[in-house]
């Protein structure tokens, strides 16, 4: 409720015009039946041309002026709701873009897709109420001063009616909207289902099996028409009723205003206008009702904006493990003014200064958690040219820093987007990256080159075209230390080659980190570490160790692709 | 890329005109009770009219409860009527969705593969998707709203006529306005509804990557970019919105003034003819309040216009899918022998440049042949010709004698297998996952097969070969998607299997233990594999050198090694890696 009054707050003038506006449209609603009746009443029954005339020319302007008063209601309230819209993107976007490394553990994607996709609608929707809610409880008081004038009696029925009958009707819809809600889901699964056909339609031209597809969609679709029928069923009846129970209310206003005029009560022109008034106060209590419904959704939406709102960036990292050395000053950073050593005590891996270390790990996972380690993205006893890591501004660890996950995240845009987002390079500098990473064929087969859009993940592009992409983009970024987890796996041998001798030539002096176990990247480092049951077991140049270490022979040798090579065989073929 | 045909204007209308036909008796059922309804609803008007001549005349209270009581009777009957109306027509519209929606996916199911992939499979996912469900939209509810509204707006003004044919040419009073008004919008309504959706779309998605992306966005410092490329995004969303506005701005004023123009038309009229007593008071009464109710049907039947117009636009991109040539049935049913033989094969996509250019090749049934060269080299392509997916622009592709385009297109799946690194998992149990592979199977062959290729993490599965998986129920990782994959193949039993850089997607330990499983399948079968690493090359009977379209280098490893060439080279650099490394 907080997080909509403060859009509502964003916007003051503009939600009081738009309250403003709605209220006058609605109480101009009631207008034409009151012409009306005067034009019956003053000019066709009393055979008055001139009086007639003026009624009609009234009905005339006043059917402009509710249409100008109908637009601009419209309008303000478009824009009230669109400004609400764009103001909760901005603050979702500028939250998730800073909440960093912890928001995948926190939220789920699918998550931010529903916020961001209706929730922010609906809480805009709730924003609109504001207009047209004030000027329905308005309209529905001119009515009931205009009937009473005709006669207590009639407004009493009538200002009572309609809200009850509002209020019979409403719970009906509801009902149609959850009936309907269940076949949305079936027709929602059963739209997944040829979705998923399509997507798997280069398996099923592989092996086979279309037909036993068409049919069990078919199946499906039968199964989603027996629903729709049982719905259709249903809701025909809801339907009618929502029709006819107003209906019979409005004749019962006619039978009694009807006596009425009989006796003398009310004029025939009276009789036509509550006619009309009882159809025109609909309007009013209609939104009445429609506005309560849409103010708890918005309600249920505007809490889940604010809740993922309220997920907070985690400075120090993992979940449950608390940081419990020294407690870090934030006017002393502590930071090594300079390149320096990293040293992991966990696994006793020391990373030295402006060399290139490969680290050649048994269990991927316990890569993947070094590397965590040394990119402090959980609380560990890291040290960073002996400075505890932990200690360090998180902003300075990100700047100097930089894991490049071999699964890292591509942003939809234009390749160059891709690869320096955040700088005006030069097309030489992003051309030596694509050069290291062997990645000059992707631009070349691309249309447009580097100015070829490409979707989220770029799923256009091969898995290794992709992996290739990735590195040039961490090479682009220069970092002081740069991590790479597995950034050749995808790439054929010749390719790899190039990039190690490339990669080598790229980070000349500077440190780097290489996590992969291909005899080709480990070969071109400075030293070799190998990591086995969550300890380094040897270090080296990689020939000492194939020498040396028959675990590491053995590992390197897995990376082959092809499992019919008996170990020795392999042996063999890498020696 | 060329893209999915779409039908044109007279296809769709003929395709149309086809569908009413086939239901013509719903159709027509429902018009009927649909009018019935309407006129039953435009008694309550003419009755109130009635009861305001008779007060006049100076009636009793009797004839007036008599006259409410009609109105009340009206009301039932045609709440009754209109059920009954809108039951069928939802019956009617349910069958035809189902009828379509099953049409398409058997359709896109008979396409050609390569059709797909030239044309992107996003065109026909969205097709498949957002298309569809407008089409059903549009005949479930648009298209009766059209007719429930066009119904009532046909008799409420067929009933001004009737009262008094004066009357009835003053309610067109405002017509000329809002048919002009309305063709302005509609021409202009549809691209700029699209591009709103479009734009709104992109918003959520550049909200739902930042998200995804998040450990990214963190890791290169990117959320000042992120931030830029969002506003942007919103940008586009409010300048859209903008304009569907201004249409709107445009339409409903001119739409909304010109409800009063009959009213006050008829008013007029009605007080002309009355001071000659052509007509009752009541008459031009009634005439009024019609003209007064047929405002809801007539907002109703323009609002929807636009979104009928949507659907006839998915409409034709539905039935373009339909336009496409199916996949051609072979001709030969069965070949002799299990030979590959390529000769003089050349191929170009869609009328680009060779990228094959006369290929030679024979595969001896049980050979295992390594095709390696550099990316680009046209390794995927001469997969893609080897197992039928695509046929050669000259030359030939046989198998046994026959050329593979010509066997029928089950045959040719269900005898060479082609093993890519996409892999899908399709929704539904484990056991639909194979099954499709080879309907005979039972479930005993089945775990077999997963077993076989290591697979045995179904065990632990909840409900065995009966869990649901896929999309939207248990996912499984890659290694096991692909392991699944595999025991499909072990179940078709392809004699030939043509691996397409099977494991290069996946990560290096998942890749491992997936090659452990692919050994499983590969025993006893003709196995052309386009390699990665070059262990695989070694291992192989023989292996093809593919450069620039062309085999420049064919036989064994140790043949190749010793002749020198290019395949030698790189051998050299990858197994010199361990001796004589350079520093």
Redesign the interface.
Known sequence: MRYLWWLVRRQPWRVLRGSLIGTAWMVGLSVRPYLIYRAVDDGLRARDTRALALWVVAIIVAGVGLSYLGIMRHRTMTFIREDAKARSAEVLLRHLSRIGAVLPRRVGAGEVSTIGGSDIDWAAQVLTLTGPGVGAVVAYGIIAVVLWSISPLLALCVLLGVPAVGLVVGPLLRRLERAESVYRKQQGALTARSGDIVAGLRVLAGVGGRDLFARRYAARSQELRAEGYRVGAVNSWIDAATVAIPGLFLAAVVWLTARMAVTGEVTIGELVAVYGYVATLIVPVWFLLEGSHQLIRGRVAARRIADLLNVTSDDVGGPGRRWSGPVPDPRRPGAPAGPADLHDPLTGLTVRAGRLTGVAADDPAEALALADRLGRYVVSDTTWGGVPLTGVALDEVRARIMVADHDSYLFAGTLRDMLRPLADDDDGRIGAALRAASAEDIVDALPAGLDTPIDARARTLSGGQRQRVRLARALLAEPEVLILVDPTSAVDAHTEARIADRLRAARAGRTTVVIATSPLLLGRVDLVAHLRGGRITATGSHTDLLDSDADYRHLVARGSDDPDIEAADTEEAYR | MSRLPVADRRTVRRALREMIGRHRRAVGIVLALHSAAAVAGLA?PWL?GT??DR??AG???AT??R???A??GC??V???L???A??AG??F???A??EL??E???R????P?SV??RA??GD??TR??VD??TV?TTV?DVVPTIVIAGVQLTLLFGAVFLLHPLLGLAALAGLPSIVSVTRWYLRRASSAYLTEGAAAAE?????????????????????????R???GR?TQ??RA?RAT?AL??VF??????S???P??LV??V??YL??RDMVT?GA??AA??YL?QAIDPLDRLLQWTEQAQRGFASYARVLGVGMVPAEPPGRAATSRGERLVVRGARFSYSNGPDVLHGIDLEVQPGERLAVVG???AGKSTLARLL?G?DAPRQGVVSIGGCPITDLD??ER??RI????????V???SVR?NL???A?DASDEQMRAALVTVGADWYAALPDGLGTAI???ARQLGAAEAQQL?LA??VL?DPHTLILDEA???????T??RT??A??AV?AGRTVIAI??????A??ADRVAVLADGRITEIGSHDDLVAADGAYAD?WR???T???E?PR
């Open positions: 309550p109130l009861i305001v007060v006049t009636a009793t209270v007036v409860d006259l409410a009581l109105i009340a009301v039932v045609s709440a009754l209109s059920r009954y809108q039951y939802h019956r519209g349910e069958r969705v189902a929606r099953e398409f996916v058997s896109t199911l008979g396409l593969v797909v992939e992107g499979s026909l996912a498949s998707s569809v469900a059903g479930r918003l959520t998605e550049t909200l739902t990557t930042t998200a995804e992306g998040a450990r990214t966005v963190e890791a290169l410092r990117l959320t000042d970019d992120r931030i490329h969002g506003t919103i969303v409010w919105r506005l709107r701005t409903f004023s001119v739409v909304e003034a409800y009063p123009l009213v006050a008013l007029l009605g007080g009355l001071s008071l031009v009464v009024a309040l007064q550099p990316s680009g197992a997916i297109p089950a799946r269900r297998a082609l093993v890519t690194q996409e892999h899908h399709f929704i539904g639909d099954s499709f592979a309907p896929g999309d939207g994959a499909r193949l078709a494991t290069a997607a996946l990560d290096p330990s890749a491992r090659e452990r692919l050994a590969l390699a990665h690493r070059l262990n695989t070694h291992d790189l650099s990858w197994h890696q361990a001796d490394r």
